[in-house]
């Protein structure tokens, strides 16, 4: 009886938790776990002609595929020539605009926060869309400025300024966001560590440099990973600019090879691999950036 | 015994469904191995398509057909609705019927999403379409789809500025060759056409017309020549005029190749004979200034054109009203009012009593200029000649043309390099999958 009284925990935490611990399971074990079914099985064609395709079980066959593809090492490193701009670029700004916001007496304080925001909320899609008019020569208004002007129009599908172009939509989409984070984070700090400062003769720019930026690292750190996350996952914005240009291939950055095997080769096994090693990578890049960043944080401190 | 129990449960409903169908074929199910039930049964049918208004010609079925409600899903066409209908074979809620592309058929086949529909094709089906058709939905022996829309080729070149600048139609490649030079020089602003390389549909129907045969199939293996010699000297034609500037090579369908479409900067398209409801949105200022004409020939001694796109009307295999889903198959590609339906909303029906002008009408108003287009369509039509068959994997053939053709346009490098590399990665691919190859 005693035992049983003491085993007897209350039910609510459980209750409670259920709905989100259901949810996890359903939306993110579930499919991890079918995800890694799939990339261990294949559809291989039984008896002659035509045949039929049935499952089989192919062990790591797909993961040698996957290790073994070209393609993809070559979608890593555009993918990386294009992070190297769009990560720096867009905390650079990102920062930079918190830090003018955060200035005390800049009027039209709201206004620019909306309008520094405002693309965010473009979806990725359309944005591109609206982007690769601007790229196209034959209707860009950029080309038409140059021309007008009797300059030579830039190029924006060449070999190297195509990093750019497809960078520039995910930076002019994504600063507004990050701008936000570490806005709010200054916003969240005691006044009186700048009155402090100021009575001690500092000016804004010290401030900023010496203050503002060392207590922003936790935002920084975190609006951080969720740059170079956001560069592993670039899709959308070279997925729509391919249809306007021959610079951009279908298997253009790791997602696009992704996204080629499963829906245009029809190999959703492969595909399941692929992606499932790319989990990893993005996995241990985000804990290894995460300890590089809480190393030098600590050291600072 | 399965009928008096339907009758038992829904007399009313059989009443109905027996006037609703006085004009169609009777329920004509003879010893029908692999398409079983009664056809005239009451059914719910979930209809997969992307063709746009279809909902059209969907409501008129309803409207004669009460008892079995035809219910569209909108879908995106091509490789997408692929993986997508696949998956749903998979999770068991596939949609019933289904609009699927020729070159799709393959894939559907072997995964075996597609029932086949050779016993519920009667004789009256079939002498609906020409029997070149029903290559482009037989696979040995056995068909699976039945024909719907079908895209003959032709040239669309813009008469007014033809006329002004002294050209005349080019009867073959080579004239479209000089001409193209041509232009050029009278005009540094024009082009004759772009050559868009991410298109291997289109790219498929040059090859077609050129004489190639992709794949066939002999003694139950697969033969895959994507870098046969018809195809290699297509593609080295279009690569010399497009590496030599002489043409355009940037992609179609951009808001670039629509201004330059409506501005006069590109003056012809090779298209299909549905490109003229492409033209009328994307230039609709130029009613009037459009023409057709039979594509250029590889020699002046023939004539002969291919297919772009295209499609059949299918079968799940997972369908439980697989009689019924065939019924209305039949009838959306074979049925008059239907044909004139589909007409209607810009699709060029596969039937052959959907070519006759009475069906399509008048011309659309973009080719005003020419009221004959319907006459001229069906005589182009009739010079089409597809594939012997189209191979089991050939999206990851088309996947390659769009993955490697681009690049050799951006680097100006050989193009029939290209069709030498999509052959190894079709191959390779075949025999990866477990299919014989010759």
């Known amino acids: 009886m005693t035992t049983a009284t003491r085993r007897r925990k209350p039910a609510a935490p459980y209750l409670m938790a259920a709905p989100a611990v259901l949810l996890f399971i359903a939306f993110f074990l579930i499919p991890i776990g079918y995800a890694i079914w799939l990339s261990l099985h294949a559809m291989r064609v039984r008896g002659r002609g035509f045949g039929v395709r049935t499952e089989v079980f192919v062990g790591l066959e797909n993961y040698i595929s996957a290790i073994g593809d070209s393609a993809m090492y070559e979608a890593l490193v555009r993918m990386l020539a294009y992070g190297v701009i769009m990560v720096p670029v867009t905390m650079g700004l990102a920062l930079s605009f918190a830090l003018m916001l955060d200035v005390p007496k800049v009027g039209l304080k709201s206004f620019s926060r909306l309008a520094i925001f405002l693309p965010y909320a473009v979806p990725g899609v359309i944005a591109s869309v609206l982007w690769g008019f601007t790229y196209l020569p034959a209707?860009?208004?950029?080309?038409?400025?140059?021309?007008?002007?009797?300059?030579?129009?830039?190029?924006?599908?060449?070999?190297?300024?195509?990093?750019?172009?497809?960078?520039?939509?995910?930076?002019?989409?994504?600063?507004?966001?990050?701008?936000?984070?570490?806005?709010?984070?200054?916003?969240?700090?005691?006044?009186?560590?700048?009155?402090?400062?100021?009575?001690?003769?500092?000016?804004?720019?010290?401030?900023?440099?010496?203050?503002?930026?060392?207590?922003?690292?936790?935002?920084?750190?975190?609006?951080?990973?969720?740059?170079?996350?956001?560069?592993?996952?670039?899709?959308?914005?070279?997925?729509?600019?391919?249809?306007?240009?021959?610079?951009?291939?279908?298997?253009?950055?790791?997602?696009?090879?992704?996204?080629?095997?499963?829906?245009?080769?029809?190999?959703?096994?492969?595909?399941?691999?692929?992606?499932?090693?790319?989990?990893?990578?993005?996995?241990?890049?985000?804990?290894?950036?995460?300890?590089?960043?809480?190393?030098?944080?600590?050291?600072?401190? | 015994?399965?009928?008096?129990?339907?009758?038992?449960?829904?007399?009313?409903?059989?009443?109905?469904?027996?006037?609703?169908?006085?004009?169609?074929?009777?329920?004509?199910?003879?010893?029908?191995?692999?398409?079983?039930?009664?056809?005239?049964?009451?059914?719910?049918?979930?209809?997969?398509?992307?063709?746009?208004?279809?909902?059209?010609?969907?409501?008129?079925?309803?409207?004669?057909?009460?008892?079995?409600?035809?219910?569209?899903?909108?879908?995106?066409?091509?490789?997408?609705?692929?993986?997508?209908?696949?998956?749903?074979?998979?999770?068991?809620?596939?949609?019933?019927?289904?609009?699927?592309?020729?070159?799709?058929?393959?894939?559907?086949?072997?995964?075996?999403?597609?029932?086949?529909?050779?016993?519920?094709?009667?004789?009256?089906?079939?002498?609906?379409?020409?029997?070149?058709?029903?290559?482009?939905?037989?696979?040995?022996?056995?068909?699976?789809?039945?024909?719907?829309?079908?895209?003959?080729?032709?040239?669309?070149?813009r008469e007014d500025i033809f006329t002004e600048m002294g050209f005349s139609v080019p009867k073959t490649w080579e004239e479209f060759g000089v001409l193209a030079k041509a232009v050029r020089q009278k005009d540094p602003k024009k082009y004759l056409t772009t050559f868009s390389p991410g298109d291997a549909g289109w790219l498929s129907g040059f090859a077609q017309q050129a004489g190639a045969k992709w794949w066939s199939n002999t003694d139950d293996a697969w033969t895959v020549a994507v870098n046969d010699e018809a195809t290699k000297r297509m593609l080295s034609f279009w690569g010399g005029l497009v590496n030599s500037g002489d043409l355009l090579g940037d992609p179609m369908y951009t808001p670039q190749w629509n201004s330059q479409m409506s501005d006069g900067t590109i003056i012809a398209w090779p298209s299909a004979v549905w490109g003229a409801g492409v033209l009328t949105g994307v230039t609709p200022g130029l009613k009037g200034k459009w023409k057709a004409a039979p594509m250029p020939q590889w020699s002046a001694s023939e004539q002969f054109t291919g297919f772009w796109g295209g499609s059949s009307t299918a079968v799940s295999t997972s369908?439980?009203?697989?009689?019924?889903?065939?019924?209305?198959?039949?009838?959306?590609?074979?049925?008059?009012?239907?044909?004139?339906?589909?007409?209607?909303?810009?699709?060029?029906?596969?039937?052959?009593?959907?070519?006759?002008?009475?069906?399509?009408?008048?011309?659309?108003?973009?080719?005003?200029?020419?009221?004959?287009?319907?006459?001229?369509?069906?005589?182009?039509?009739?010079?089409?000649?597809?594939?012997?068959?189209?191979?089991?994997?050939?999206?990851?053939?088309?996947?390659?043309?769009?993955?490697?053709?681009?690049?050799?346009?951006?680097?100006?490098?050989?193009?029939?390099?290209?069709?030498d590399q999509v052959q190894n990665t079709s191959l390779e691919d075949l025999k990866k999958q477990g299919y014989q190859v010759a």
Do not use: H
Not at chain 1, 189 to 197: D, G, I, L, S, T
Not at chain 1, 262 to 279: C, K, M, P, R, W
Not at chain 2, 32 to 57: C, H, R, S, T
């Open chain 2, 319 to 419: 369908s439980s009203q697989k009689a019924q889903a065939a019924k209305f198959a039949k009838w959306l590609n074979s049925d008059p009012e239907a044909l004139a339906a589909l007409a209607k909303i810009g699709l060029y029906p596969a039937a052959s009593a959907g070519q006759t002008a009475e069906v399509l009408g008048n011309p659309p108003e973009i080719m005003s200029a020419q009221p004959d287009y319907y006459t001229t369509a069906a005589a182009i039509a009739k010079t089409a000649r597809g594939f012997d068959s189209w191979g089991p994997n050939t999206n990851v053939t088309y996947g390659a043309f769009e993955d490697l053709l681009p690049t050799a346009v951006k680097n100006k490098t050989d193009f029939t390099a290209v069709a």
């Open chain 1, 139 to 301: 209707v860009s208004p950029v080309t038409r400025i140059f021309t007008e002007a009797g300059l030579p129009a830039p190029d924006f599908f060449g070999d190297v300024s195509i990093y750019f172009s497809i960078a520039n939509i995910a930076i002019w989409g994504s600063v507004g966001f990050n701008m936000v984070v570490l806005y709010t984070a200054l916003r969240a700090m005691p006044a009186e560590v700048y009155e402090a400062a100021k009575i001690d003769g500092a000016s804004e720019w010290q401030i900023a440099w010496k203050i503002k930026i060392p207590l922003l690292a936790p935002a920084l750190i975190m609006t951080s990973v969720f740059s170079l996350i956001g560069m592993l996952q670039v899709f959308s914005e070279p997925n729509t600019v391919k249809s306007m240009t021959n610079s951009i291939t279908p298997d253009w950055v790791p997602l696009m090879r992704i996204y080629q095997q499963g829906f245009i080769e029809n190999d959703i096994y492969l595909s399941a691999a692929t992606s499932v090693l790319l989990a990893l990578v993005t996995v241990l890049l985000s804990l290894a950036a995460l300890a590089v960043f809480r190393f030098r944080a600590r050291r600072s401190s």
């Open chain 2, 1 to 157: 015994m399965r009928r008096r129990s339907l009758l038992a449960a829904s007399s009313a409903a059989m009443l109905l469904a027996a006037c609703g169908n006085g004009d169609d074929e009777g329920g004509e199910n003879g010893a029908a191995p692999a398409i079983e039930g009664d056809e005239n049964a009451p059914a719910n049918l979930v209809f997969w398509a992307w063709a746009e208004n279809i909902q059209q010609v969907v409501d008129l079925w309803n409207t004669k057909n009460p008892t079995q409600k035809v219910q569209l899903s909108g879908q995106a066409a091509s490789d997408e609705l692929v993986s997508k209908f696949l998956t749903a074979v998979k999770a068991g809620n596939a949609p019933d019927v289904v609009q699927a592309e020729y070159q799709a058929l393959p894939t559907l086949i072997t995964n075996n999403a597609l029932a086949d529909l050779t016993s519920a094709i009667d004789d009256r089906t079939r002498s609906a379409f020409p029997e070149g058709t029903w290559n482009l939905t037989s696979f040995g022996g056995a068909t699976y789809g039945i024909p719907q829309d079908v895209g003959p080729m032709m040239l669309f070149y």
